[in-house]
């Protein structure tokens, strides 16, 4: 266990929660004034699939015609694996086999990944004979579309999704603590571009003494130049002053190949290098080059409950490997179309010859108000 610095820890800490707290602003307020001023692209584009009625509910204009003859009408949020993921105000998200369905109409413009590797962007529609065929967007030759050969069917709008998360939080591990918790993340997803935005600070006193100062931040770029092929670049920036790191960086870019990428699930390997920097408050500090490998993965169990893993390993030359991993558990309650409450529990992980606290990974429960916008 690291002995703790003899200073007084917690001066000079309100200055980094207001840092924080802006920093935070920037991620999540910034989309949604770009969201706003874009309502030419993202707002148009958004409103064509759905419509707001007198009362306030929301009309869908997908639609789903199965073999048996029954048209279902929503949202279309994604094809893969042979299944159809259908949502609506009117009953719950929708999973139905696509042997079952005869042909389905896009209002929205949609993604088409086939077999062959090839990205299509158009409408579906149904000819006179109810057979189902795509139009190209910007015009061209109408094809026939089948279930047979179509590997996924996305609806990716340049819109941000956004969700911020303040509450309490409980950390077990290196330290039994209770503290004060805000999160913020914020997504971009485009046919071809991802953006992502990540951002935590945890922060604890006892008896007016500093006994937890964890904050990390992470902006990643992903450019998609084959349907399931992408190149990545990211910076890391992430401190603990209860575990002697007062700052580690990395800078990364990789290749990237995607096995899947829906609204709710998510599996992706990356390869590539780092530059990686730590400064730590006792211990000698340390830069380094490094090859990068890294596995993604995200799953939604039932309506309620996501689970999200990042596992990242550092190979240096000097045989001091590094391994990172989180495992998140997040349940959320919806109170209401913006707001709910959230419960998660996120396992950390950090090994390495130069970082101090190697004793196990840290424990943390976070309950709190969670906000999407």
């Known amino acids: 266990m690291v002995a703790k610095p003899q200073e007084n820890r917690s001066r000079g800490m309100p200055g980094a929660i207001v840092c924080f707290a802006a920093f935070i602003g920037i991620v999540l307020v910034g989309p949604i004034h770009a969201q706003t001023s874009s309502g030419s692209s993202s707002g148009e584009t958004a409103s ?52 079952d369905i005869r042909s389905i109409n896009t209002a929205n413009v949609v993604d088409v990944a ?26 061209g030759k109408v094809r026939p579309l089948n279930f047979g050969f179509v590997d996924s069917i996305y609806d990716l709008h340049p819109i941000w999704n956004n969700q911020m998360t303040i509450g309490g939080s409980q950390t077990t591990g290196s330290a ?13 997803d485009t046919q071809e571009n991802r953006l992502t935005l990540l951002s935590q600070l945890i922060y604890a006193e006892a008896d007016g003494e500093l006994v937890e100062d964890n904050w990390s931040g992470t902006i990643k770029y992903d450019h998609f130049f084959r349907p399931r092929f992408y190149l990545a670049v990211a910076e ?4 603990n002053r209860f575990q002697d790191l007062k700052l580690r960086t990395a800078t990364s870019g990789s290749l990237g190949y995607n096995f899947v990428r829906k609204p709710e699930t998510l599996f992706e390997v990356e390869a590539g290098i780092a530059a990686m920097t730590e400064s730590f408050y006792q211990s000698s500090d340390d830069r380094f080059m490094a090859l990068r490998t890294a596995v993604n993965g995200k799953m939604r ?9 990042a596992l990242v390993v550092y190979l240096s030359s000097d045989g001091a490997d590094r391994v990172q991993g ?48």
């Open 301 to 309: 169990i039932g309506h309620k409950a996501k689970i999200t893993d």
């Open 176 to 188: 039994d603590v209770l503290g004060f918790s805000i999160t913020g993340t914020s997504v971009r």
């Open 236 to 239: 890391e920036v992430h401190h």
């Open 48 to 99: 064509s699939s759905s419509q707001s009625s007198a009362d306030g509910t929301i009309k869908y204009n997908d639609e789903v015609i199965l073999k048996n003859g029954s048209i279902i009408k929503g949202r279309i949020v994604y094809v893969a694996s042979d299944s159809l993921l259908l949502v609506s105000d009117a009953f719950d998200p929708l999973e139905l086999s696509v042997w």
């Open 114 to 139: 086939v077999d062959s590797d090839e990205n299509w962007r158009g409408k579906i529609s149904t000819n006179a004979k109810g057979e189902m065929i795509f139009e190209p967007e910007g015009g």
């Open 326 to 373: 989180v495992n998140t558990l997040t349940f959320d309650l919806e109170l209401s179309d913006r707001w709910g409450l959230e419960i998660s529990n996120i396992i950390y992980h950090y090994s390495g010859a130069s970082f101090l606290s190697t004793d196990g990974p840290d424990m943390k429960w976070i309950a709190g108000v969670a906000s999407t916008f």
